[in-house]
T-cell receptor
Framework: ETGVTQTPRHLVMGMTNKKSLKCEQH?????MYWYKQSAKKPLELMFV???????ENNSVPSRFSPECPNSSHLFLHLHTLQPEDSALYLC???????????FGPGTRLTVL | GQQVMQIPQYQHVQEGEDFTTYCNSS?????IQWYKQRPGGHPVFLIQ?????EVKKQKRLTFQFGEAKKNSSLHITATQTTDVGTYFC??????????FGKGTRLSVIA
């Protein structure tokens, strides 16, 4: 499946680094999502963008900063992360907010 | 906020045995969706149920939506090793984003 792509697929970073995760969808969808998946919380919704406007922010620490420049692209900017932020970060998109979500392959993040 | 409870958390079965996972909500749901995530993979949409009492089948998989639209189940008949993975239900209610259950991780012993 190539509808939703994510880069990089793997990322190792130190706590003082700044990095960005990128998501791109080629499905013509209007909503995009960031999820965090870890052993403790299998699918934790972080942010929702609908028509490029952030409509949901689930009490995510400010060290995670999303950006949605257009309906096809979504970024997650990372800075001064903690080791407990190590997880699989999944991007998803849907036509509208209530619709089926299509997930990207995820970025496996390790914070040292 | 809305919560969707999914049980069991883990299930180990012998190949050929049946498997069922259940999803429950305290509120009436507009629809319920089921996803499967293979080990090392990402969640993939399986099906959506919308109508009260709806039953849908995909080969050996049977999906049900309760009459009160507060619960749902996924039943797999005669499991195979290809069924291994985590099954998530996800529900939409009103104007909230899709809410995922915690998933049921299925292991199949050959």
């Amino acid at each position: 499946e190539t509808g939703v792509t994510q880069t990089p697929r793997h990322l190792v970073m130190g706590m003082t680094n700044k990095k960005s995760l990128k998501c791109e969808q080629h499905l013509g969808h209007n909503a995009m999502y960031w999820y965090k998946q870890s052993a403790k919380k299998p699918l934790e919704l972080m942010f929702v963008y609908s028509l490029e406007e952030r409509v949901e922010n689930n009490s995510v620490p400010s060290r995670f900063s999303p950006e949605c420049p257009n309906s096809s692209h979504l970024f997650l900017h990372l800075h001064t992360l903690q080791p407990e932020d190590s997880a699989l970060y999944l991007c998803a998109s849907s036509l509208y907010r209530a619709d089926t979500q299509y997930f990207g392959p995820g970025t496996r993040l390790t914070v040292l | 906020g809305q919560q969707v409870m999914q049980i069991p958390q883990y299930q180990h079965v012998q190949e050929g045995e049946d498997f069922t996972t259940y999803c429950n909500s305290s509120t009436t749901l507009s629809n319920i969706q089921w996803y499967k995530q293979r080990p090392g993979g990402h969640p993939v949409f399986l099906i959506q149920l919308v109508k009260s009492g709806e039953v849908k089948k995909q080969k050996r998989l049977t999906f049900q939506f309760g009459e009160a639209k507060k619960n749902s189940s996924l039943h797999i008949t005669a499991t195979q090793t290809t069924d291994v993975g985590t099954y998530f239900c996800a529900a939409y209610s009103g104007n909230t984003p899709l809410v995922f259950g915690k998933g049921t991780r299925l292991s199949v012993i050959a």
